[in-house]
C-alpha cells in the first residue's frame, strides 16, 4: 500500500495543495514508481488518497504520456516524433531504433530492460532526435550515440541485478 510505504512523501505532496484532490498527479507518479506502471490497484489507492472515484483518476492517467497504463521495461525510451523533431531525422532515428532492440512500436525486449514508443512534443525541439529515458533527456541523438547509452543501461541493469 502507497500511502504506509510512502507516508512521509505523500504528507509532503499534501501540505503543498489545497486540497486532496489536487494531489492526484504526484500520487500517480508513486503509485507508477511502485508498480512500474499504473496498475488498477495503484488507481484504487490514488483515488482513496484523493477522495476521487478511481475512473476519474483513471481518465487523467490515459491522458498524459507520462504515465504507462502497462507494464514498461526498466527503461522506457519515449521518442519525440512531433513534427519539428520529425524535420530533424526523428521518425528513422525511432523506426532504427525499434529495428535494433527488435521490438514493435510500444514493446518490450524480451529481457525486460527497454520499452519504446513515440511520444508528442516533449519542448525540446532544437535538440533532436531526442527521448527521454525514465524522465531525463538524452538529445541530439543518432544510432551511434543511441548504442552506447543502450550498451551503458544493459551493463548499468546487470550490475544492479
Ligand atoms: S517536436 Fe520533439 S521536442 Fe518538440
Given at each position: 500500500?502507497?500511502a504506509?510505504k ?51 483518476v483513471?481518465?487523467?492517467?490515459g ?15 519515449q521518442?519525440?516524433?512531433d ?6 531525422g526523428?521518425?528513422?532515428f ?19 530492460l527497454?520499452?519504446?514508443?513515440h ?12 527521448l ?16 552506447s ?13
Amino acid at each position: 500500500m502507497i500511502a504506509e510505504k510512502y507516508a512521509e512523501q505523500i504528507a509532503k505532496i499534501r501540505a503543498k495543495y489545497p486540497d486532496k484532490r489536487s494531489t492526484v498527479m504526484p500520487l500517480l507518479y508513486i503509485a507508477q514508481e511502485e508498480y512500474g506502471y499504473v496498475s488498477d490497484e495503484g488507481v484504487a489507492e490514488v483515488a482513496a488518497l484523493c477522495e476521487l472515484d478511481p475512473t476519474q483518476v483513471r481518465s487523467i492517467a490515459g491522458f498524459y504520456t507520462m504515465y504507462s497504463e502497462k507494464p514498461k521495461g526498466k527503461y522506457w525510451l519515449q521518442v519525440c516524433t512531433d513534427l519539428p523533431c520529425a524535420l530533424r531525422g526523428a521518425d528513422e532515428f525511432h523506426k532504427q531504433l525499434k529495428e535494433y532492440l527488435g521490438v514493435q512500436e510500444g514493446g518490450t525486449t524480451a529481457d525486460g530492460l527497454f520499452t519504446v514508443e513515440h511520444v508528442m512534443c516533449l519542448a525540446a525541439c532544437d535538440k533532436a532526435p531526442m527521448l527521454q529515458c525514465n524522465f531525463h533527456f538524452v538529445e541530439n541523438l543518432d544510432m551511434d550515440k543511441m548504442k552506447s547509452f543502450i550498451d551503458q543501461w544493459r551493463a548499468e541493469a546487470k550490475a544492479n541485478k
